[in-house]
């Protein structure tokens, strides 16, 4: 079964709204991020968790937070979604003890559209 | 700035040629490289990966191609199939960052059988 999983895999959302994505490992990591995939662009990491309670900031943070409750869990919360948030947004695990060659285990997205 | 670049955006090559993708760095902390490979509708999946010690690492029809001085890196897939088709990215991490992954924009590769 698949070890990363998101939630929802498609969303619409109006500006202004609140939007929260939601990603679950059962991988038992420390580590998990949230990336947006836009042409061009590759992945960039908006933030990032090294264990239940901790969240980091990636390289785009603003517009979004994040929150790991457990270990298994971390969600990106728009607070005020606007349309240059429309992308399709990864989660990631990665145990955590191989440093900065960490092998990363994606989700398989979720595509969000702001309108 | 981007810190990694990858080139071309897109390639097609013909079933059983070798497709080469490019990738190049600006950041001399990076050590780790690795590619991960991208299927339309899914996650990102690691394929192969080298460390900044090291100037070639194979894993079957895919090669590694590390130039430390000039911050350039390659991937080669031999003999290419249909099935390869997919998005590949070039990633790099420094050590002390912790897990960060540096991403490249991806290329786009087409085999046509």
């Known amino acids: 079964e698949a070890a990363v999983t998101q939630s929802p895999r498609n969303k619409v959302a109006v500006t202004g709204g609140k939007v929260t994505l939601s990603c679950n490992q059962t991988?038992?990591?420390?580590?998990m991020y949230w990336y947006r995939q836009d042409t061009g662009h590759g992945l960039r990491l908006i933030h990032y968790?090294?264990?239940?309670?901790?969240?980091e900031k990636g390289d785009i943070p603003d517009g979004y937070k994040a929150s790991r409750p457990s270990q298994e869990n971390f969600s990106l919360i728009l607070e005020l979604a606007t349309p240059s948030q429309t992308s399709v947004y990864f989660c990631?695990?990665?145990?955590?003890?191989?440093?900065?060659?960490?092998?990363?285990?994606f989700g398989p997205g979720t595509r969000l559209l702001v309108l | 700035q981007q810190q990694v670049r990858q080139s071309p955006q897109s390639l097609t090559v013909w079933e059983g040629e070798t497709a080469i993708l490019n990738c190049s760095y600006e950041?001399?902390?990076?050590?780790?490289f690795p590619w991960y490979q991208q299927f339309p509708g899914e996650g990102p999946a690691l394929l192969i990966s080298?460390?900044?010690?090291?100037n070639k690492k194979e894993d079957g029809r895919f090669t590694i191609f590390f130039n430390k001085r000039e911050k350039k890196l390659s991937l080669h897939i031999a003999d290419s199939q249909p099935g390869d088709s997919a998005t590949y990215f070039c990633?790099?991490?420094?050590?002390?960052?912790?897990?960060?992954?540096?991403f490249g924009g991806g290329t786009r590769l087409t085999v046509r059988p």
């Open positions: 991988n038992n990591h420390n580590n």
């Open positions: 968790s090294y264990g239940a309670g901790s969240t």
């Open positions: 990633a790099a991490s420094a050590k002390g960052a912790g897990a960060k992954l540096t």
């Open positions: 990631a695990s990665g145990g955590g003890l191989g440093g900065n060659q960490d092998t990363q285990y």
């Open positions: 950041n001399s902390a990076f050590d780790y």
């Open positions: 080298i460390l900044s010690v090291s």
